[in-house]
DNA sequence: TTTAGCACTCTCAGCATTAGAGTGCTAACC
DNA sequence: GGTTAGCACTCTAATGCTGAGAGTGCTAAA
């Protein structure tokens, strides 16, 4: 069994980026005259032969180059990738776009996954920042016809819901009003079970008022990260990789259908703020063999909390995905602590 | 110059109707032996060359069958369907989904695309419903910190927007309520431009509230029938005739990108309930080239309407698809012509 | 007007050939 | 012992060729 040494690092590192940038195979002497080095083909094969032994490496065929492996990947990007930071114009470029607009919350993270996919032209997803367990802020109730209410509900973390209802019987705006301002007196900062619990005190009205409520609650924390935002697919299918008719189904059906919510809720980062690279699926995801995917955690630690990312081919370039995804994490952390101090702590709970 | 005659519309129509089922160019022997005629081949490639001649068909090589042409389609479309109706059974599963749950307006919107995409097995598309100009209903102001409101504005035809604004000076709830009830008062059914003149008479505080508040309404106006919601491209990637990489990119490009919603506002139909088949781009618009539209407009007649339809290869089945179209639009009419009851008529104006 | 016959055209799949790139191995070299 | 040159070998991808198959257009006869 051979072992890692710095030369074997380097020629590591140095196929893998030369890979990466021009999409095939490295070969011995491309190698060599490619990066101007003075040693001989013949030793680099002897290196490249022992990295392959090692598992970093691998050849589609007998006369190809070398192509890294997943584990070849996953060594570089835990111990060759230099400096990830995103570069400082494109910091701005974003800060400027985050600063623009005054937006509603699902509206950030559409931004968000938006602005990812336009800075690393790649495929990228968010998903909406949610608490375990939300809690009730703020309740209307807007009369539209005798029986039709309109209910706009507040969640603490920024969720805003609207939900039809039809009453048993016609009542008065003015009633609903009162109704309203007596659940946002007593029920702030309660969860959809503790709204439950306590709604039986309630006259009728109230009741089935209060019973909506926790309904819709329960919906958004059930819904959980299943929501997700989604951009960028036509970057992904420009890859060159992806460029059979066949393969290209499979993206779509992998980015747009379902599976991508399953990999990214059990896969991804559990503390606010770290930076998460699958690759290959590691073994478990079927559909993600042939993908890449870059996941942080934004949010406030403990409170609510979403998902952000980016999905791309193995053939990406980690370092500067990484920094983007680092960067618009960061951005929309701040944006989330901003909205807990308006609907959390500073109102009270 | 040929003649249309009574057996070249019938041979069209079969040349037509087997291409459609079978995707590949219709021989004169395979079609005689296909649908059992008594006639010899030379004969339909006589009535062939007459129907190629008058710009119905084509051949792609002079050794391969016939092919129809945009024309062809188009003749087709206008002269040789037969029965447009959906079939009964899935009349009644759609109509079974629509019944199924109470939902906001534009979750009504996806599920119609949802299930216009799901039996047609196509790409859909369709743009919630909107009135030209549209009118003020309903405001309400939630006050969530200091200068940080909420405001909820909804208005007739069934649109709910939210938007976020930050007041001069913090300001107290029971203000906010009074402003509220004032607006609703007083501004019932007025258009952007009625609130933006009348706003001027208002005191600091209600003048901004009502600024923003037509500032919102014009923002629903412009986007127009900018906002379409699609679903269904799977379906389309998935015919024979998109197989190639290369044109896989074009229609996620196409069908996912603006081009959609300019072809759609600007060819789609004006009256309520008409359905409207585009082929081939109809010369005009380049990347629609190789796709057929089925469009149709829904809603209420000098009120709020919206656009649904589906997107698919030339070769498509237009009986069925028509049909599908129609039953879906005449569903979603209904759903507004509902909603106008609720928000405008009823409700006074 | 319809039909049979026939020469002609074009595509497509299969096959062999070849150039090119790269490897692994061995033996010599520093 | 690590490094290098040389060389035989392997595999791919592009090219050109061939034959089968399908279909057409034309002409002449029914």
Redesign the pocket.
């Known amino acids: 069994m051979s072992e890692m040494t710095a030369r074997r690092q380097a020629v590591l590192g140095l196929v893998i980026r030369s890979y990466i940038e021009r999409g095939q ?1 490295v ?4 190698f060599v005259t490619h990066f101007g080095l ?6 680099i ?2 290196e ?2 022992a990295l ?1 032994e090692m598992g970093y490496l691998t ?1 589609p ?6 192509v890294p492996t997943d584990q070849g990947y996953r060594y570089f990007v835990e111990h060759l990738l230099g400096e990830t930071e995103l570069p400082l114009p494109e910091q701005l470029m974003i800060r400027h776009q985050f600063h623009q607009a005054r937006l509603e919350l699902d509206q950030w993270v559409r931004l968000a996954v938006a602005v990812l996919a336009h800075t690393t032209r790649k495929a990228a997803l968010a998903t909406p920042p949610r608490a375990r367990e939300s809690k009730f802020k703020h309740v209307e109730l807007i009369s539209l016809r005798d029986t039709l209410v309109l209910l706009v509900l507040v969640l603490m973390g920024g969720t805003v819901k609207q939900q039809m209802l039809t009453l048993d019987e016609p009542v008065e705006q003015e009633t609903l009003s009162r109704l309203s301002n007596e659940l946002n007196d007593n029920y702030k900062g309660l969860t959809a079970s503790q709204i439950s619990a306590r709604s039986r005190d309630l006259p009728a009205l109230g009741r089935q008022v209060a019973r909506i409520v926790a309904q819709v609650i329960q919906a958004v924390d059930r819904q959980g990260e299943d929501l997700v935002y989604r951009d960028g697919l036509l970057h992904m299918l420009g890859e060159p990789e992806f460029a059979e008719g066949q393969q290209v189904r499979g993206i779509v059906q992998t980015f747009e259908g379902p599976s991508l919510s399953s990999i990214v809720s059990t896969a991804a980062p559990v503390e606010v703020g770290g930076v998460q690279v699958l690759i290959g699926g590691e073994g478990r995801w079927h559909e993600f063999a042939d993908l890449a995917l870059v996941l942080s955690r934004y949010g406030v630690e403990g409170g609510a909390s979403g998902l952000l990312g980016v999905v791309g081919p193995l053939r990406m370039t980690y370092d500067r995905t990484i920094g983007a995804v680092r960067y618009v994490s960061q951005l929309m952390s701040d944006l989330v602590s901003d909205w807990y101090d308006v609907n959390g702590v500073t109102d009270g709970q």
Not at 27 to 30: M, Q
């Open positions: 195979p070969g011995s002497k491309s003075d040693i001989s083909p013949a030793t094969r002897n490249m032969a392959e050849h065929h007998t006369s190809a180059g070398r």
